[in-house]
């Protein structure tokens, strides 16, 4: 993969890792992206993801101070997981994240929200750099999937092309990794569509 040490560690980047010139010209990215999910497999790590479509429209601005609903339920899953396991959830946010100036809707949702109260989350999202953090790079290139997955209709249609294959074969990994929950009787999948 190059040279590397502590003092020039190298970051994942989901582009660069998932591509179709991946199967062809870049194998060794392929290859590590390969290991990288069948050791996830190995460890305790669930995968949430709430997967929304591209809008036609622009959406309009949301409030800084309150939390999309996309984010609640996908916080709500996070705190059913933590809680089987009989542990608070920490969140972890990529310090160059969008996500970032969320932080005040974050906080307002966990300490100010009936609901957001009772989670099993802890109430201290950290932004971490990503270079340093390996866990967030590899929720990078899990989102990655996932995001390729729907925007190819992969849950539609069966793969047309090695790449697309690919694909799939990830993210039945990632299937495997995530956690669905029943609450009053409905089943709340670990990757829903809103």
Known sequence: MGLEDENNPMELHATNFINPKCLAKKTKNKELVDQVFDLMLGYNVAVFAAVMYRPETVLPDENADVL???YRFLLERVSYFAEEKKSLALLVYDEES???IRWRAINNFLYKHN???QLYILEMPLFVKSLITPGIQVADLMASVVRHYYEKNLDEKPPENPF???ICELFS???RLTYNFTQRGRKN???FLI
């Open 68 to 70: 999309p609903n996309r």
């Open 98 to 100: 969008t996500e970032k």
């Open 115 to 117: 609901l957001g109260k």
């Open 164 to 166: 697309e294959s690919w």
């Open 173 to 175: 990994i990632i299937r």
């Open 189 to 191: 999948y670990g990757i």
